[in-house]
């Protein structure tokens, strides 16, 4: 199958997109990332994309009238890259349900947690606050309510007990480096479909292990 022409979109650090770039070297990878759109002028990412050699543009936000003039203007700049999927990856904006429906099972999102635990700002504190064994990554088709949809995969993380958020976001931000050029892969080559709001794998192995933390003695 031809590769598939991914634009990732960005707020900030860009980690998340430096996987993908790094995934996307080997020529066996379904996908090629086509641009890199940030509203950030200053944001980190954009320095590793044009150190990739891949085309970057800035949308400004604070340059639009209102979230729907911001939202055509990506989706212009989306339509002529010719992107077939859409990767957000640390992009903080919410966006228009028409946006969204634009780019139905063909956007992506990645967020650090187990969905639908935690979804929005300061998810490692409130994990922690809340006691939880596992924390995590998720990789899903986007919806118009922030950090929801149909999840493609996720990762389990377990917390440690003198874990600060700090230290439980550096934990699974490694687990989001592997997860989401895995999730990117299986959208990229049709094994990932959505049926009924949830997501079908096709061909997927079976993991029929517990992961236990603490751990039994
Ligand atoms: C990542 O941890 C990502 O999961 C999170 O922002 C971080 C971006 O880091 N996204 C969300 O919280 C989305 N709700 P990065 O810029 O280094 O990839």
Redesign the pocket.
């Known amino acids: 199958m031809a590769h598939r022409r991914v634009a990732v979109l ?8 430096q996987a993908l770039i790094d995934a996307a070297l080997d020529p066996g990878y379904p996908a090629e990332i086509v641009n890199v759109i940030s509203n950030e002028p200053a944001a980190a ?1 954009l320095e590793r994309a044009r150190k990739a050699g891949l085309a970057t543009e800035i949308v400004n936000h604070r340059n639009f009238a209102d979230r729907a003039a911001f939202d055509a203007a990506l989706d212009a700049r989306l339509r002529a890259a010719g992107a077939d999927l859409v990767c ?3 992009f ?1 904006r919410l966006l228009t349900p028409g946006f969204v429906a634009g780019w139905r099972d063909r956007m992506l ?4 947690s187990l969905l639908p635990a935690f ?3 300061d ?1 490692h504190a409130r994990a922690l606050a809340a006691g939880v064994r596992f924390a995590g ?1 998720t990789v899903h088709f986007v919806r118009p309510t ?2 929801d949809g149909p999840i493609i995969a996720q990762a389990a993380v377990p917390v440690l007990p003198h874990d600060t958020a700090d230290s439980l ?1 550096a934990r ?2 490694e687990a ?1 480096h592997r997860l989401y050029p895995w999730a990117l892969r299986l959208a990229a080559t049709g094994r990932a479909t959505v049926v009924g709001e949830r997501v079908v794998v096709d061909g997927a192995k079976v993991a029929a292990g517990a992961l236990i933390n603490p751990p039994p003695d």
């Open positions: 960005i707020s900030g650090r860009g980690s998340n997109l990412g957000l990856a640390g903080m999102n990645i967020h650090p979804p929005g700002l998810t990554c922030m950090d976001a699974v931000l989001e």
